[in-house]
């Protein structure tokens, strides 16, 4: 693949082209305001952009072993996937791939809560909550079922095992979507 130019830098691919255009008018917004009065209120205006790329996923991927796999050996592979997030996947790569897989668009705003002392995401005004802690409590999920979302993801570690707390975890939610039009989605992953 060779690179492009435009006015005479250059770019390894296209969507480099189209970030930089977008700087670039983004700066000009900048000049053209800089100077003036805010008479419409416009002080605030937010001039910048993300940008994400499809990349490998953050969860190591199960392979199905093999028929010949002793009983032995099987127990090894399921070892070496207890800990199925990758140690390179930061807290946002994990973030936006549980938010596109649960059928959100990237776009969408995210907002962070504090409930019951644990960071909580919140995508599309509630719609999703999503929490990467790595120690889960039964406050938390109280909290979380409180505020009856559509769907709410965590990660199996933050149970560390306490297989009574995601347990009453499914509970929770199930007896809190009885009654209620549409089901609230309880997902471990």
């Given at each position: 693949?060779?690179?492009?130019?435009?006015?005479?830098?250059?770019?390894?691919?296209?969507?480099?082209?189209?970030?930089?255009?977008?700087?670039?008018?983004?700066?000009?917004?900048?000049?053209?305001?800089?100077?003036?009065?805010?008479?419409?209120?416009?002080?605030?205006?937010?001039?910048?952009?993300?940008?994400?790329?499809?990349?490998?996923?953050?969860?190591?991927?199960?392979?199905?072993?093999?028929?010949?796999?002793?009983?032995?050996?099987?127990?090894?592979?399921?070892?070496?996937?207890?800990?199925?997030?990758?140690?390179?996947?930061?807290?946002?790569?994990?973030?936006?791939?549980?938010?596109?897989?649960?059928?959100?668009?990237?776009?969408?705003?995210?907002?962070?809560?504090?409930?019951?002392?644990?960071?909580?995401?919140s995508i599309a005004e509630g719609?999703?909550?999503?929490?990467?802690?790595?120690?889960?409590?039964?406050?938390?999920?109280?909290?979380?079922?409180?505020?009856?979302?559509?769907?709410?993801?965590?990660?199996?570690?933050?149970?560390?095992?306490?297989?009574?707390?995601?347990?009453?975890?499914?509970?929770?939610?199930?007896?809190?979507?009885?009654?209620?039009?549409?089901?609230?989605?309880?997902?471990?992953?």
């Amino acid at each position: 693949m060779g690179a492009h130019s435009i006015r005479g830098r250059a770019y390894k691919t296209i969507a480099d082209i189209g970030k930089e255009r977008i700087r670039r008018a983004a700066q000009k917004i900048r000049e053209e305001r800089e100077g003036q009065l805010d008479l419409e209120g416009k002080a605030k205006l937010d001039l910048g952009f993300k940008v994400l790329k499809l990349d490998q996923s953050s969860f190591k991927p199960w392979q199905a072993p093999s028929e010949e796999l002793s009983a032995d050996q099987l127990s090894q592979q399921l070892a070496l996937h207890t800990d199925h997030i990758d140690p390179d996947a930061s807290q946002e790569d994990i973030l936006y791939e549980l938010l596109i897989k649960a059928g959100f668009m990237p776009t969408e705003k995210i907002e962070t809560l504090d409930l019951a002392g644990k960071l909580v995401f919140s995508i599309a005004e509630g719609a999703l909550l999503i929490c990467l802690e790595d120690q889960l409590t039964s406050e938390l999920i109280d909290a979380v079922a409180d505020r009856e979302p559509m769907q709410f993801i965590c990660l199996d570690k933050g149970f560390k095992g306490n297989d009574q707390l995601k347990a009453n975890a499914v509970q929770t939610f199930k007896s809190r979507s009885q009654g209620a039009e549409t089901e609230m989605v309880f997902k471990v992953v």
